[in-house]
Structures are given as C-alpha cells and as structure tokens.
C-alpha cells in the first residue's frame, strides 16, 4: 500500500503570493493532519481533518486553511505569503482520532 | 499548552552502542508517540505509546504516564539510526484523544561506524 503522498516536494513563491499544498492520505484512513517544520525545531500542529470537518486548529494565523475531500485527501491553503512562512509542512494520516501518525515526505516551501 | 522536554539535545555513538533518550512532559497526556526523522528530512513513526512498554527489534520505550515521562531505548546502534528523534503528546482533556500532537525539540543522534 502507498504512504502518505504530498505534492509538490518542492515549491518556491514570493511574498504576498497564495499557496495549495496536497496530500492524500493511506488507504482507509480517515484523518488528515498538516504540521509546519521549520529548520531546527520540531513540527507544529496546524489543522486536522477527520470525515471531512476540521477537528482541531493550531495556532496560525487566518491566512491558513485547510479542506477535505470525500476521498479523505487534502489541501493545506496559504495566503498572502510571509518570509517566515518558509519551511517544512508535512502531512500525516491516521486511522481515527489519536491513533498512529503517517507523515508524508513533505513540501519544501521557500518564500522569498 | 503542555511542554515537551527532550533529553539529551545532541548524542554521538559508536555503532554498536546503547542509549536513552528521555521526554518530559507537563502534563497528563492521553496519546504519546516516538518519531524518528532521517537525514533526508521522513519522519517515521517509531512507537504510539501513551503507557506502558512496547519493544521493535533494536528498539523499546516505556512510558510512566504517572511520573509523566518517556524513555525510548536504542541498542547495538547502527550508523542508520541517525537522525533526529522527537517524541510527541496530546494533553488529555478528559476525553478523546483527537491526535493534536505537541512535538519536543529533539535528540540529535549521531552513529559513526
């Protein structure tokens, strides 16, 4: 069975502009949550996405967003790009709420 | 919100070494997991271990959820177990654990052959 897939791997934008990150989830799991690494630090929670409702938000600015499909698969928005928006954001699945996380490989987000 | 301490922050082995890394949290938690992230930037999920003692090969971690800590314990080293090691909770609510995980800062480990 495939992983968790993210898409692009790597993305580079410029200030002020938008940004859709993917992600589709392992089969059969039904909860989809998106992190931010940034260089040195470990990943901070964002969003997540169990059954096609958001279940849980970090503390991010409005210029976040997130959705899921009826296909359990996700799409991490970002406006109005900032320097510091720079970074790691990884994708991970599970089977419920509070089981084992799956992280994909990743999307490289440089702004510049 | 709850804190992740992780310790030490920066580990070199030889290969065939042991060693603990520890996590220190700040409060009751209802969901604990052990990642570890190679080189190249994956991050796997080592262990979901929230209480109690789990072993995979080389492998183990036990959690004392009461003294609020973790351990997870690596044996014979071997140079492709470097990377970095974040162990991750959720504060229990007093429900479900809905997998919000708080990350600590990491164990930097390094494995020379």
């Known amino acids: 069975d495939a992983g968790v897939t993210q898409s692009p791997t790597h993305l580079i934008k410029t200030r002020g502009q938008q940004v859709t990150l993917r992600c589709s989830p392992i089969?059969?799991?039904?909860?989809v949550s998106w992190y931010q690494q940034v260089l040195g630090q470990g990943p901070q929670f964002i969003f997540q996405?169990?059954?096609?409702?958001?279940?849980g938000r970090g503390n991010f600015p409005d210029r976040f967003s997130a959705r899921q499909f009826p296909n359990y698969s996700s799409e991490l928005n970002v406006n109005a790009l900032l320097l510091g928006d720079s970074a790691l954001y990884l994708c991970?699945?599970?089977?419920?709420?509070?089981?084992?996380?799956?992280f994909g490989n990743g999307t490289r987000l440089t702004v510049t | 919100g709850i804190q992740v301490e992780q310790s030490p922050p920066d580990l070199i082995l030889q290969e065939g070494a042991n060693s603990t890394l520890r996590c220190n949290f700040s409060d009751s938690v209802n969901n604990l997991q052990w990642f570890h992230q190679n080189p190249w930037g994956q991050l796997i999920n080592l262990f979901y271990i929230p209480s109690g003692t789990k072993q995979n090969g080389r492998l183990s971690a036990t959690t004392v959820a009461t003294e609020r800590y973790s351990l997870l314990y690596i044996s014979s080293s071997q140079t492709t177990d470097s990377g970095v090691y974040f162990c991750a909770v959720e504060k229990d609510a007093g429900g479900t654990s809905y997998g919000k995980l708080t990350f600590g800062q990491g164990t930097i480990l390094t494995v020379h052959p």
């Open positions: 089969s059969g799991h039904k909860s």
């Open positions: 996405y169990y059954e096609k409702e958001e279940r």
């Open positions: 991970a699945s599970s089977l419920e709420w509070g089981s084992p996380l799956h």
